[in-house]
């Protein structure tokens, strides 16, 4: 899949949605898809859906044309594909629109809870830096005219407090810009674990959105008619994240050994010890696939609740940080100022 080219959770979420809606209305596949290329006309991925319209029209397949088209991701791809072969594609359009409505739903709440911090850290850095390059040169030059050794002592230790500050801010914009750069393209997603079990927090939040992405997969797959083991498997293989696949490799190996479905989860710790005695009353009801719409509804919900915390949590803390700092740095000039004043008296 294309670095430089893809298409958003946004986009992908309107686009099953309106495959969906062509399905639905009986309409053929490569017709709908034809109709829909031309929305895209004039755009970044015209040559990509019109690369996705030929081989549709060519084969048939919609899993083969987005797979050609290079700009959308390989669980789309394989989604589809067992759509197609069970014949509940519109169904698995529907459920992947939702799908990547709520993945959009998740990264606009870290892009935000990343976002702020990393604003005030910037609106920190420039109000230090006004205050060292514009302000205490001027109250250097007022006390230096007093020839107050006192006061020079005092606006050296401002001025260095300031820069080392400075430096400081800067230093930690540049990381954390490198934290992002770095987790976007580490495809193997080995920094990101590494930070995630750095910080307890971010651990915490990547287990409900392990658990929501498991149930909605598991839940939309057992709705589309596949049996509770088949549907195991294939869920182990589209996910990319590694910790998560692990866990539904232990949770499918217990189930081969002869543990049930309800007992094997509970094991392997994907969800809360609550949830799972909700899976196995709707295992015995014989309604695993509407448990699991259930929690992967409630996982959302923790998540979104948890960022909001982290965010309510950092923001105060960044202020009242660059609180104390600028008022140590006015602190430094008035001090000398006060100084003086007092020895004129």
Request: aromatic share 6%; charged share 20%.
């Amino acid at each position: 899949m294309s670095r430089k080219l893809r298409l958003s959770h946004e986009e992908l979420s309107v686009l099953c949605e309106q495959i969906a809606l062509v399905l639905r209305a009986g309409l053929p596949i490569h017709d709908g898809v034809e109709a829909l290329c031309e929305n895209y006309k004039g755009t970044r991925f015209e040559k990509n859906f019109n690369d996705l319209s030929i081989t549709v029209i060519e084969t048939g397949s919609l899993s083969m044309g987005f797979k050609n088209a290079e700009v959308f991701p390989d669980y789309l791809i394989s989604m589809t594909e067992i759509g197609e072969k069970t014949g509940e594609l519109d169904g698995i359009m529907e459920e992947l629109s939702l799908y990547y409505d709520r993945e959009a739903a998740n990264r606009r709440s870290i892009k935000s809870a990343l976002f702020y911090p990393l604003l005030l850290i910037i609106m920190m850095a420039l109000l230090i830096g006004v205050l060292v390059t514009q302000v205490l040169p001027i109250f250097e030059n007022v006390y230096g005219s007093f020839d107050s050794g006192s006061s020079a002592g005092w606006m050296n230790m401002a001025v260095t407090f300031g820069k080392v500050t400075l430096i400081v801010a800067g230093v930690l914009i540049l990381v954390v810009i490198l934290f992002l750069l770095a987790i976007k393209l580490d495809s193997s997603q080995r920094l990101l674990q590494f930070l995630q079990n750095l910080l307890p927090p971010l651990k915490r939040l990547e287990q409900k959105l392990s658990a929501a992405r498991f149930a909605s997969t598991l839940g939309m797959m057992l709705r589309s008619g596949f049996p509770l083991d088949e549907s195991m498997d294939l869920v182990e293989k589209l996910f990319t994240n590694k910790r998560l696949r692990q866990r539904v490799s232990q949770c499918r190996e217990k189930m081969e050994e002869g543990a049930s479905f309800p007992d094997a989860v509970g094991e392997t710790g994907i969800f809360d010890p609550l949830h799972c005695r909700m899976i196995s009353v709707g295992f015995r009801a014989g309604q695993t696939d509407r448990v699991m719409s259930k929690l992967a509804a409630l996982y959302d919900e923790e998540a979104n609740t948890q960022i909001g915390h982290l965010v309510s949590v950092i923001e105060p803390s960044l202020v009242a940080l660059m609180s104390i700092i600028i008022g140590a740095i006015l602190l430094s000039v008035m001090l000398p100022l006060l100084s003086i004043m007092s020895n004129i008296g």
